[in-house]
């Protein structure tokens, strides 16, 4: 692993039909490829498009439980910004929070807005980011499908998570299935734009 830390704990969250799943089968075909250990587990949500989904994924050396203590997560991808605050929990003062911005509606609420997501969360811990990940896929490639392989590829750049850009980039094409290898190839090169062109962020 890249930091001095035997063990790596991430939490990804968003909404059913983000492509949390997919994300974890990334993480995990990456994590096997550099010959560590991996243990994951699907949360509640699955079964409900729309509903609140939480997985995690915890990599390192030998890793006996596939769940994230609270408090002790090293990284918090959120692909809904409002999902993030349901997250909180896992977060501790040195924990990473990545965050898509964008917003899904919730019935008979009013939608929690960045400013508000980013002072609750700075009481956890001060590396919260929020990037417009789908916004980019829309404008780029007409959908936003791949906003969650964009931010995991961002953050295997800027070398959040203990896995390096390429061996990311070959777990992608080795799980995502061949018709859509090609979307997933320019979100890869996106994210590689976004990040060359966003250094100091």
Do not use: W
């Amino acid at each position: 692993m890249k930091n001095s830390k035997k063990q790596f704990n991430a939490v990804v969250v968003g909404t059913g039909g983000q492509g949390l799943i997919t994300i974890l089968q990334i993480m995990a075909k990456a994590a096997m490829d550099l010959r560590l250990d991996v243990k994951t587990s699907e949360l509640h949500g699955l079964s409900q498009r729309g509903g609140s989904v939480e997985v995690h994924a915890r990599i390192g050396k030998k890793i006996h439980s596939p769940l994230v203590a609270k408090g002790k997560a090293d990284l918090i991808l959120s692909l809904e910004q409002q999902e993030a605050l349901n997250a909180a929990g896992f977060a501790g003062k040195n924990t990473f929070f990545l965050i898509n911005k964008l917003i899904s509606p919730i019935p008979f609420k009013s939608p929690v807005q960045e400013k508000e997501i980013a002072r609750m969360l700075s009481q956890k811990t001060k590396k919260i980011s929020f990037i417009p990940a789908s916004d980019i896929c829309r404008k780029e490639l007409g959908t936003d499908v791949t906003a969650g392989i964009f931010l995991l590829a961002l953050a295997s750049i800027k070398e959040i998570i203990p896995i390096d850009f390429k061996t990311i980039s070959k777990a992608v094409l080795d799980v995502i299935p061949e018709q859509y290898l090609k979307i997933n190839r320019e979100t890869l090169g996106l994210a590689q734009k976004y990040a060359t062109e966003h250094k100091k962020n």
